[in-house]
């Protein structure tokens, strides 16, 4: 099999000759080293290379360069290689560029030019780069097939976990003789769909979650039985939690029932998360904290339920979906919340078949030149009008609200005016979805005089408020009326603490009724919904870990 591939791109060819040079020294034994003087030759390369069914690791590219420069070249490479890490070269003058790199192309260093001595400025700056992919390896030639239909719930359920989970795959449709052709390989038909074809040939028909994640080298079962915490659920709150444990020496484990990032994840760019100033996306984000995460020690299951916690002594058990038991010294609940059910006739039955909850980059390209509604008047709403605007032929926001201030930022508020093919129908709430094999209409009521239309409509995406899915807890752990779980000075009644609380002193601010259980972001009561404060609740609550783990 072919080494992987470091490839340097920079347009002076005595410094490309350097580079190549400097990385063949060190890496050599390992690595092929390819190098070009242009961004153009780079992209024609990395074609060659991605028809060949080779990997590359890593791309170093030079900022300036004419026709395209480094963040125009990382762009479009990103598109052939996306797990391919990437450095850009940068003189001093060019530190602002370096940034907008980080910022705009998930670029994860910058060298400043010159780099000598290597030993000391070039080659850990790679070290890195291939050790993060190493730990998660471009593999082109093993992909996974996905064989089903555009209009079937299942098969987009699966396109789903497998785009949030970041595992390369091919799409087939039965409709196509390509996909036919891989139903017969499988011993299957048309009404066994979703099929999926790992790279060991071995079919999975209509596979669960965590079949899938086994197939895709996720890891889905856990390595001990002990650990110092276990955080469930992997959004922001999460994967803040896992960060701050792990790389504070604690054995941390994080349980993911469907894909790390939660909702935040979905999120198309996210504008006012500090440090960002032109923006990330919510795949951006939370890829690059579970990288941190992975990075400091902490061991990652994904698709897999916790369905039951419990207090035995000082010990924390949680049970997961197979009945697997797990024990921790402290846990923290950092479940998030879901979209909640657009409550209309007939949209249970389109869900998945036009009617998506959340935006989703699986059908970007589906919605080219459509007509496309999003229901909700959030930031989640906006984002995701912003985003789909650019593909659509126009995105009706459709609000309940009697304007937008009162639930969107007003930056996201001022964007979407200044965007042509963004309608806002306020006052308006969708009461019928309409449709056979798919969605076809909706039908729309205005508040105001109680006037319904309906309006032709084969996307809609809804972002309608969120509710907590917490009713595996049970008793076990105090929850408000809406089923969030209280925390600190909440669960005091008159001063007096929980029924069954033991420690000599109240509940910490993020500390449930079960000492030693934490809850962070949006699944607490009275949490600020906000990809930042959820970030910052997880780092915090670790630190009433360890006050807790003192106390024992």
């Not at 080293?33 to 590359?56: C, F």
């Not at 409709?175 to 999975?204: F, Y």
């Not at 951006?284 to 207090?311: C, D, H, S």
Request: net charge negative; proline share 5%; charged share 25%.
């Amino acid at each position: 099999m072919s080494l992987p591939i470091l490839l340097t791109v920079d347009d002076d060819p005595s410094v490309s000759r350097a580079v190549a040079r400097d990385l063949r020294r060190r890496y050599g034994r390992d690595y092929r080293v390819m190098r070009a003087t242009s961004g153009a030759d780079a992209l024609e390369a990395l074609r060659e290379v991605k028809l060949r069914g080779d990997a590359v690791a890593a791309i170093l590219a030079d900022y300036r360069m004419p026709q395209m420069n480094g963040i125009e070249f990382l762009e479009q490479a990103m598109d052939l290689f996306p797990r391919a890490r990437r450095a850009l070269l940068t003189a001093y003058a060019d530190t602002e560029a370096a940034i907008q790199a980080i910022n705009v192309v998930d670029v994860d260093h910058y060298l400043l030019k010159p780099w000598d001595p290597p030993e000391e400025k070039l080659y850990p700056v790679v070290d890195t780069l291939v050790q993060s992919w190493q730990e998660t390896p471009d593999r082109p030639v093993n992909e996974i097939k996905v064989v089903g239909h555009r209009w079937s719930p299942r098969s987009y359920k699966v396109r789903d976990f497998l785009v949030r989970n970041a595992v390369p795959y091919r799409w087939y449709s039965v409709e196509e003789p390509d996909g036919l052709r891989l139903l017969d390989a499988a011993e299957a038909g048309p009404d066994d769909i979703p099929v999926v074809i790992p790279p060991n040939g071995r079919a999975l028909v209509r596979p669960t979650g965590a079949e899938i994640a086994s197939a895709a080298g996720l890891s889905t079962d856990p390595a001990q039985d002990l650990y110092d915490l276990v955080v469930v659920g992997g959004g922001p709150a999460g994967l803040g939690a896992s960060v701050y444990g792990a790389s504070e020496g604690l054995r941390t484990l994080l349980v993911e029932k469907r894909a790390i990032g939660g909702q935040a994840g979905t999120s198309s760019k996210i504008e006012n998360y500090l440090g960002f100033p032109d923006g990330v996306s919510g795949a951006q984000l939370t890829g690059r904290a579970r990288r941190q995460a992975r990075k400091f020690g902490t061991e990652i299951l994904t698709a897999r339920r916790v369905v039951r916690l419990e207090a035995r002594g000082s010990a924390r058990i949680l049970t997961l979906d197979d009945d697997t038991e797990v024990t921790a010294h402290a846990v923290v609940l950092a479940i998030g919340v879901m979209y909640r059910v657009l409550d209309a006739e007939g949209c249970d039955e389109l869900t998945g078949r036009g009617i998506y909850y959340g935006s989703t980059f699986i059908e970007a390209d589906a919605i080219q030149d459509e007509d496309i509604y999003i229901i909700g008047g959030a930031n989640s709403a906006g984002q995701a009008a912003v985003f789909l605007s650019r593909r659509a032929r126009s995105v009706t926001l459709v609000v309940r609200g009697k304007e937008l201030r009162q639930s969107m930022s007003h930056y996201l508020i001022e964007e979407i005016r200044s965007i042509d093919n963004i309608n806002v129908r306020l006052r308006t709430t969708v009461v019928g979805a309409h449709g056979d094999e798919h969605l076809e209409e909706l039908t729309l009521c205005e508040q105001d005089g109680g006037q319904t239309e309906r309006v032709p409509c084969r996307h809609a995406f809804v972002f309608i408020g969120a509710t907590p899915h917490t009713e595996w807890l049970g008793d076990t752990v105090k929850r408000d009326q809406h089923g969030f779980i209280c925390t600190g000075s909440s669960l005091l009644v008159e001063g007096a603490r929980p029924p069954g609380w033991t420690p000599d002193r109240d509940p910490f601010y993020l500390e449930s009724s079960i000492p030693g259980v934490f809850a962070a972001g949006d699944v607490r009561s009275q949490s600020v919904r906000r990809v930042a404060s959820a970030v910052g609740e997880g780092a915090m609550a670790v630190a009433l870990v360890h006050r807790y783990l003192e106390e024992r």
